[in-house]
């Protein structure tokens, strides 16, 4: 049960709006990661303030632990995790395949033992959408094979056949009420890219997924397989890049009609210490912010840059306090979600290509700061 | 500068109220500890929000990381750490003793080594005090010799006296407006302790301590030295019972006619799975609360307790989320400033005595909860 409309459009770019069982949520999105059901080191009140109003959870690690059933004994994971918002979770087709350690895989499923202790599962396309379904999942996807980069062209061909086998069982077996997309698979062929997108649609599902993607590959590659697969996808459903996070991919996506995006860099950076801004990023550990009293990014009003100097978070990075991640992960965290409200204002004023070019013209995606990473 | 007002007495036990330099404190108060200029996990916000008027940081752990002349610089600690309240700062003589490693004591100071670099350094009184005026406290501390417990009567007898000696140089070597506190010495020698603190008083300091206590004597004895000591303090000036933080043992020190109360027990609790509640302790990560979705404290009404059940604070525990470590310490330092604060009214309208009896009626200082510890 969902909505998913398109207010605006400015070229390919499209501002939309869904109404999800847990809530509303505007488009082009970014949904933070919370994978065992915790955005790392942030509350859930926190990741509202942000202005995420839709997050990312994970059925791998959730089935494993505390398991599917008890959360739903729980009234499912929105609730058991106090966030009370719309949560997608990803179908731990990717996890079964980066993480666990995978002992067959069959038309059948993917037979795998647990990364936490070695016992023995079985995850078929219809126990995934199962314990989608008792997670209280707003958003399931389905089961997909996805290869790592690079893939040679018969293991992308068999992903591709596969993927579209698990997506039919998926639907057959999903709840009515269920909201399951599909994921395009097919690496870097075009062709195959085509052939998935193709096969997938004919399922009228409520949205599509474009995985397999943001795997080490070049960027025009990248952007070429999202321009491919957009233009084949149903306008009136909503897209999703999976795995996407840095500004200049979202930016590119956009562009090319994508609507939803989730990665785990500005959780997963924040608490190793590097934070995005305005400018690019800042490793904050660097020595040169020692007596630095500035704002981390002046240009930002969330609680890290109203509250605290970049000399004090290098202080509790450098003395190993577990209040330096949570502020850079927080910031993050609102950074991204300010990239996707100015992407949205734009769409909406019509005015997307000349924002994202001011935008890029400030923020150097590669830069680093300058002078030695130094931990004294 | 600081004024301290007792407001209302019964029997022993104290209402007091301070003003210092970064603010107004209420006492009895419990201070949570913030060693590196952070209370582990949380936010200033945060503390704030449990009712906390006043922390405790660690000139020890501040002087070598990130050095008192850089958070001078920056405008001293309170501000530097987003606190922008008071802070009292321990001396660090403790740390000298139990974290680094001494070289050699003299009645010049105490030479020691970082437990980070290894380093060379000299404590003096007179350094001690200089640093925590550049640290901006509004409370320091003398320089004290603490030993451990239990120690023999000639040692204590030569802490007393050095205890003494390098308080006469704190007082001569501290600048008009530094608030200075004494620390009363003397192990669990009724004599030494009545020694030292007749000693002490003599300097007519703006407040004193009992150090060296809490050190894992009996509680009979803890109280007992309590009792000698507070007897033979100024009634006009407040007095911290260093380390204490049991509930039971606050209250017995209350009841004696202590002001103030500083302990690590609520943070490292907290970080380690363990909850004070209303009826004693609670090891969160015991598969008992695997199903629980009760509030941790119904009695209370801190974040924690009003958002997440006890179910989802073990899954937190047991897969590792930092989440969980930073929502347990939140309650627990929201507890003890709920216990302060009903301390606080308990005086005020002349029933501490039937007060402390009705919450330690339904508070079991050892219970833990029923059954095995099992983090599966």
Known sequence: MMTFAILKTDSLARLGRFELPHGVVHTPCFMPVGTQGSVKTLTPAEVAET???????????????????????????????GWN??????????????????????????????????????FTPELVVEIQEALGSDIAMCLDECPPYPVNRPVAEAAVARTSLWADRCGAARQPGT????????????DLREQSAKSLTKLDLPGYAIGGLCLGEPSEVTYDMVARVAALLPTDR??????????????????????MFDCVLP???????????????????????????????????????????????????????ALGPKLLTLHNVWFFQRLMSGIRTA????????????????????????GQENDR
Chains 1, 2 share one sequence.
């Open 51 to 81: 202005g995420a109003e839709i997050i990312v959870c994970n059925t791998y690690h959730l089935y494993l632990r505390p398991g599917h059933r008890r959360v739903q004994a729980a009234g499912g994971l929105s609730k058991f995790m």
């Open 85 to 122: 918002r719309p949560i997608l979770t990803d179908s731990g087709g990717f996890q079964v395949y980066s993480l666990a350690a995978l002992t067959r895989v069959t038309d059948d499923g993917a037979e795998f033992q647990s990364h936490i202790d070695g016992s023995r599962h079985l």
């Open 179 to 190: 909201n399951l997309f599909g994921i395009v698979q097919g690496a870097t062929y075009p």
């Open 238 to 259: 909503p897209r999703y890049l999976m795995g996407a996070g840095y500004p200049e991919d979202i930016i590119a996506a956009v562009r090319l009609g994508v609507d």
């Open 267 to 321: 959780t997963r950076n924040g608490r190793t210490g590097t934070a995005f801004i305005s400018e690019g990023r800042v490793a904050i550990r660097n020595s040169r912010h020692a007596d630095d009293q500035g704002a981390l990014d002046p240009a930002c009003d969330c609680y890290t840059c109203r509250s605290f100097s970049r000399a004090y978070l290098r202080h509790l990075f450098v003395v190993g306090e």
């Open 347 to 370: 769409i909406e004023q019509g005015g997307f290509e000349s924002w994202s070019s001011e935008f890029l013209s400030r923020y150097r995606p590669g830069a680093e700061p300058a």
